[in-house]
C-alpha cells in the first residue's frame, strides 16, 4: 500500500433522524467526527440540501465560521 494516505478526518459515529411529513422530509445528522491528521478543513459534499444550523458539540456555530456553497458545506 505504496500510496495508502490516511483520510484527515475519521467519522465513527453517524446519527440519522427522519421527520417525514406528506411535502418535505427533515433529516437531522449528528456526526462524531475526528480529526486525523493538520491541515485539512471539513468539507461535507452534498447536493439539494438546506442547511438549517450548523453546531459543534452543542453549540450552534455563527454564519461567519462555516461556508455554503451548492454542493458543500465547509
Sequence with gaps: YK???APPFL???IHLT???ADAKVC???D???KRNSSGSSLILDGRGHQVLEVA???APLSQER???TPHELI
Design 3 to 5: 500510496h495508502y494516505q
Design 11 to 13: 467519522v465513527p459515529s
Design 18 to 20: 427522519f421527520d417525514v
Design 27 to 29: 433529516v437531522t445528522s
Design 31 to 33: 456526526l462524531t467526527v
Design 56 to 58: 459543534v458539540n452543542g
Design 66 to 68: 462555516y461556508q455554503i
